[in-house]
């Protein structure tokens, strides 16, 4: 449980120190040899005690990608603002192919769906991109809210998505007022990502690998 902690708490704290809130029910997974460790709702992020993390009773992070090991649940400003107004989007930039995918899906993940059909909607969304957004309701105006899911083989690489995905979606909403960014031929997008995930600095992996390992 030590070894958990010291690596969730270094991650929260990389997030809190974000110039911008990662909202309230902000929450990190970690897969790791002695169990499945995550940050119990409501922590604080700035200051993570012992108590705000919880072993949990799975065998592994229900994740369609057998590599994946970390997973981070956000509501970032501009990340919420895709889901109030239902707008997913592809990738127009590079950073956002190479470290997310393609595109980012919105899930309809409201209880009202079954378990089964929001299972084959993640499945899908997650297929080629580490990254979606994940509607939970709609208010009496029309407007969704839900959460970010990132993902990565490493908590590192989990919330180094969701800033770039954050990112993304702030361009995507500024290019709005010149006429829209283009996105990258999904086919281009595709390669990209999958060239970045074969050559990302091998020795900085391994290091981040050791931290879900102990």
Do not use: W
């Given at each position: 449980?030590?070894?958990?902690?010291?690596?969730?708490?270094?991650?929260?704290?990389?997030?809190?120190?974000?110039?911008?809130?990662?909202?309230?029910?902000?929450?990190?997974?970690?897969?790791?040899s002695?169990g499945?460790?995550?940050?119990?709702d409501?922590?604080?992020?700035?200051q993570?005690?012992?108590?705000?993390?919880?072993?949990?009773?799975?065998?592994r992070?229900?994740?369609?990608k057998?590599d994946?090991?970390?997973?981070?649940?956000?509501?970032?400003?501009?990340?919420?603002?895709?889901?109030?107004?239902?707008?997913?989007?592809?990738?127009s930039?590079?950073d956002?192919?190479?470290?997310?995918?393609p595109?980012?899906?919105?899930?309809?993940?409201?209880?009202?769906n079954?378990d089964?059909?929001?299972?084959?909607?993640?499945?899908?969304?997650?297929?080629?991109s580490?990254?979606?957004?994940?509607?939970?309701?709609?208010d009496?105006?029309?407007?969704g809210?839900?959460?970010?899911?990132?993902?990565?083989?490493?908590?590192?690489?989990?919330?180094?998505?969701?800033?770039?995905?954050?990112?993304?979606?702030?361009?995507?909403?500024?290019?709005?007022?010149l006429?829209?960014?283009k996105?990258?031929?999904?086919?281009?997008a595709?390669?990209?990502r999958?060239?970045?995930?074969?050559?990302?600095?091998?020795?900085?992996?391994?290091?981040?690998?050791?931290?879900?390992?102990?």
């Amino acid at each position: 449980m030590s070894e958990a902690y010291e690596v969730l708490k270094k991650y929260a704290k990389m997030m809190a120190d974000l110039d911008y809130p990662v909202g309230s029910t902000a929450k990190i997974v970690i897969q790791t040899s002695g169990g499945i460790f995550a940050t119990r709702d409501g922590a604080d992020f700035s200051q993570l005690a012992h108590e705000d993390v919880q072993k949990l009773e799975m065998e592994r992070l229900p994740l369609p990608k057998a590599d994946m090991r970390a997973m981070v649940y956000s509501s970032t400003p501009y990340c919420s603002r895709c889901l109030r107004e239902a707008k997913p989007f592809r990738a127009s930039l590079d950073d956002m192919a190479q470290i997310i995918g393609p595109e980012v899906y919105i899930v309809d993940g409201r209880s009202k769906n079954k378990d089964k059909a929001i299972g084959k909607s993640f499945k899908k969304a997650l297929k080629n991109s580490v990254g979606c957004f994940v509607l939970t309701g709609i208010d009496s105006k029309g407007n969704g809210h839900g959460y970010t899911l990132t993902m990565g083989r490493t908590p590192y690489e989990a919330v180094v998505a969701m800033t770039v995905l954050e990112k993304s979606a702030e361009v995507m909403f500024m290019a709005e007022k010149l006429g829209g960014a283009k996105p990258l031929p999904r086919s281009e997008a595709i390669m990209m990502r999958a060239v970045y995930k074969k050559k990302y600095s091998k020795a900085e992996e391994e290091i981040k690998a050791q931290e879900v390992e102990q």
